[in-house]
């Protein structure tokens, strides 16, 4: 089965075309600043790792009520992306700390447990990743080869209530992430209308 050298033609000539004004594009707008870039990021009042975490420290177990939480910005109710969890997601999480002896569990856990009906917790986790394209504009616009710089940071965070008032916390995150990633394509723009061109039945 041969393949319409006409179709073949054409979609290698458009190709072509387009790569020469890209070309011209990326002399006239700059090459680094012509490379995408993308942001994902959680709706947050906090801008940084660092922000989130002094919020966290002030939070004080058997003396910062919900109250208090909504101005330190962990209030499920006026800020986004904060999960609460009732008791049975609770348990499901402490399965294996239940099992322990009481005494050799903290204190905040050990009435968590004991009044599991009234015990709710906060699940917070904050994140801003940022990914930006860097190297040669034309092996990038080509698909020969494409480095991407993943930069950003995420906090999460536990927090147990009795009664409104907190009685356990718990923290984890990353400062800092940054991550490096590099595809090497040896066709580059061929490398994807490829499959394309293989003939299919009936043609």
Not at 50 to 78: N, V
Not at 83 to 104: G, K, M, V, Y
Not at 134 to 160: C, P
Request: a neutral charge; charged letters at 25%.
């Amino acid at each position: 089965m041969l393949i319409d050298a006409h179709w073949c033609s054409g979609r290698a000539g458009n190709v072509i075309r387009f790569g020469w004004i890209m070309l011209v594009v990326g002399g006239l707008y700059g090459c680094a600043a012509a490379l995408p870039r993308s942001e994902s990021k959680v709706a947050s009042p906090w801008s940084s790792f660092e922000q989130a975490k002094r919020a966290y420290d002030d939070i004080k177990p058997y003396s910062t009520t919900e109250d208090d939480l909504a101005a330190l910005g962990f209030s499920p109710r006026k800020r986004p992306n904060i999960r609460i969890l009732n008791h049975a997601d609770l348990a499901e999480r402490f399965t294996l700390l239940s099992l322990q002896s009481p005494e050799s569990l903290p204190r905040g856990l050990q009435d968590c447990l004991s009044r599991c009906a009234d015990c709710t917790g906060y699940e917070v986790d904050q994140r801003q990743i940022r990914d930006e394209r860097y190297g040669n504009f034309f092996a990038d616009f080509f698909n020969f080869k494409r480095k991407t710089e993943t930069r950003g940071w995420e906090f999460r965070a536990l927090l147990l209530l009795v009664d409104d008032v907190v009685v356990y916390k718990l923290w984890s995150g990353t400062p800092q992430i940054r991550e490096y990633s590099d595809k090497t394509n040896p066709l580059g723009p061929l490398q994807s209308i490829g499959p394309d061109m293989v003939p299919r039945p009936g043609w």
